[in-house]
């Protein structure tokens, strides 16, 4: 206790700190020429969270930031506070600007507005959220920036359900960091620390708990190269109420339960959809084009609906809805056709952090699929994925599935083998005695990279300009100048295969002469020679702190060239020597060959894969050296020609 009673005041500080209190946090300002690299920093970082067993509470924030550059004030002298009036008030204790020596400048803003926040056109979201602007005067280097505010939760979503997460490190220097947890004795907040190297110190009195995290001088954490999502380093708390996830699904359960309705409505849509569908998987699959791809798009957050579907009938007659809307009209047409099919709760592209069970943790739903072959899982948002694929935001993720009786399943979501992705080209062709080439490009995608063509392919049908530009690009990605021409696809991503593109890439620059000299550009087979930036940015910052993602480490992988051109009658090329690379970071191998007039050029590259600690960043330097000196030469080659 005796830490906290020196770095702050009582947990009451936020809301209305004394006269000493803000002097003494004024007098933590620093000297701007010892922070030459950061346009601000923050003297204190400050959050007091109080909830009740019914989940109603408040979070009161305050900050106090000093403005070092010019940079910053753009982004400090305009701030902004959102709150769901609904079932939140939001009161703004202060904010004004103060001078080093703790004199007020301004105390209070120079304007202020309440607003909606307006729906966007692209992906409309209709939200009752409302956002208080304040424009702040006379902010400079040399100013202090004191705010705090106060959001109150009236009304939870789901009773006694609360989350809050709270980062020690920011990212830039932070001179007192607290957070302040007030609860009532009789429940037990559930706790994640992070990381932190100190400890929190709890104190019960009046039938309540307070628990407070404070530290000082929170040093500012460099950016890394190659850095893994989950490291040691960065310090967070987060808190949720005492829940189960079964509580989560039981009450998501509850309020869909009565949105499956088969009404004559949907049963005509549904006709119409399946019309003409000879088997069952083509009804689902015409099912799922359907609901992905014309049922449009718009999140509707009014009211419950941030969390409970509209009903099918309704989503039907509209031709709009969200996720879960999406997912509650899929699941329908599922069950009239005898299949059992069930929503999904999860976190689209986060990370929920399983012991903290809470709906506040999930902003997503798509569907599962039970099916003799195993569960499909289904994302009715995701139009351009094929059927039985999930789009890469959804992969790997934690997630709910909720029965109708409310039974609940933890699972992990099916994660795509980046090692059986490949994408491969061969290229064959002729170079001309002035040095350009006409070639003819196969070439075969997997995985996410053929998704993303489908996906392209599927929004827009190529009319004959969008067909011109698009081969334009991949022409000009095989050599400068070239026009594309003879476009080609094959789509078997819908069954689980590739994806193919096929076009003639016709006249583009391949070589540039000089007498009896040549030098080929070799496309696709580019790679970067010159690892020396890399290399020293990864020696100016020891020691190494974040653990390493192997997969990220050039080269990229995994991808497979095949190059074969024809040159002129009287032409050989000085073939470098073949690479030939392996180490926990992937392999790396390229071939060059040539018979007659055939040049052959053949390179691999297959990624590394795992997460390695951060003491072996020396392997990292090394591998790139190596890679550095094996490529330098490898996008080009020398040609000599017939005098």
């Known amino acids: ?75 400090w002298a305009e701030r902004s506070f959102g709150y769901e009036p609904r079932h939140q008030k939001l009161t703004v204790n202060w904010i004004r600007v103060v001078s080093l020596s703790g004199e ?64 020690v490190t920011t990212g830039l220097p932070v001179r007192r960091s607290r957070l302040v947890l007030d609860t009532p004795v009789g429940i037990k907040p559930r706790v994640v620390e992070r990381n932190l190297n100190f400890k929190p110190v709890s104190v019960e009195a009046n039938g309540r708990r307070v628990t407070t995290w404070a530290t000082q001088e929170v040093p500012k954490i460099e950016p890394e190269l190659f850095a893994a999502d989950s490291n040691d380093v960065m310090m967070t708390i987060q808190i949720g109420a005492p829940a ?35 088997t069952l998987e083509d009804s689902l699959k015409a099912i799922h084009r359907y609901v992905t791809a014309d049922v449009r798009y718009v999140a509707i957050s009014l009211g419950m609906g941030g969390y409970q579907p509209r009903s099918a009938a309704d989503v039907v007659a509209t031709g709009y809805g969200d996720c879960k809307d999406k997912a509650t009209l899929f699941i329908t047409f599922l069950t009239r056709l005898g299949i059992e099919a069930n929503p999904v709760l999860l976190s689209a592209g986060g990370q929920v952090e399983r012991r903290l069970p809470t709906i506040a943790q999930f902003n997503h739903a798509i569907a599962a699929v039970e099916r003799p072959g195993g569960r499909l899982f289904v994302d009715l948002t995701a139009a351009g994925v094929p059927w039985g694929s999930l789009p890469g935001a959804d992969q790997g993720q934690f997630a709910l599935v909720v029965h109708p009786d409310g039974r609940t399943e933890e699972t992990t979501l099916p994660e795509r083998d980046d090692s059986a992705e490949w994408n491969r080209l061969e290229l064959t062709g002729s170079l001309d005695t002035t040095g350009y080439a006409t070639t003819r490009a196969e070439t075969v995608l997997t995985g996410g990279t053929a998704d993303m063509y489908h996906n392209m392919i599927a929004r827009s049908a190529l009319d004959s300009a969008g067909r011109s530009r698009f081969l334009r690009s991949l022409a000009g990605r095989i050599y400068p100048e070239a026009e594309g021409d003879s476009l080609g696809f094959t789509d078997k991503t819908e069954n689980g295969g590739d994806f193919r593109v096929s076009f003639v890439a016709r006249h583009g620059r391949a070589a540039r002469l000089a007498g009896p000299v040549a030098i080929l550009s070799l496309p696709f087979i580019r790679l970067p020679g010159d690892m020396g930036s890399l290399i020293t940015e990864l020696k100016s910052h020891p020691p190494r702190r974040f653990t390493i993602d192997a997969s990220e480490v050039p080269p990229p992988g995994n991808e ?58 020396n392997e990292v330097i090394a591998w790139l050296e190596r890679v550095g000196a094996e490529t330098r030469e490898s996008g080009s080659l020398v040609l000599m020609r017939k005098p």
């Open 1 to 75: 206790m005796l830490l906290a009673a020196l770095l702050f005041a009582s947990p009451t500080l936020a809301a209305a700190p004394p006269r000493a209190a803000v002097d003494t946090i004024y007098a933590l300002a620093v000297d701007s020429m010892r922070y030459r690299d950061e346009s601000f920093v923050y003297l204190l970082d400050d959050g007091v969270l109080r909830y009740e067993a019914d989940g109603r509470g408040s979070t009161t924030y305050r900050q106090v930031i000093q403005i070092l550059k010019e940079g910053a004030i753009e982004q």
């Open 104 to 167: 007020i400048i301004s105390d209070k803003p120079a304007v202020s507005q309440d607003a909606d926040i307006p729906a966007p056109m692209g992906d409309p979201t209709y939200a009752e959220q409302k956002v208080r602007r304040f424009s702040l005067s006379n902010v400079r280097p040399g100013t202090l920036i004191d705010y705090s505010y106060t959001v109150e939760e009236l009304k939870p979503f789901r009773a006694s359900d609360f989350f809050s997460a709270w980062r």
């Open 244 to 278: 189960q996830w079964q509580d989560i699904g039981a009450w998501y359960a509850g309020l869909a339960r009565d949105r499956y309705a088969m009404t004559p409505s949907v049963e005509q849509k549904l006709s119409a959809v399946v019309a003409g569908a000879r």
């Open 560 to 617: 497979e060239n095949h190059v074969r051109l024809e040159l002129p009658e009287g032409w050989r090329a000085e073939l470098p020597k073949n690479v030939a690379l392996t180490g926990p970071f992937g392999e790396l191998s390229i071939t060059y060959a040539q018979q007659g007039r055939m040049l052959d050029v053949r390179t691999r590259r297959v990624a590394g894969k795992g997460i390695l600690g951060p003491e072996r960043i």
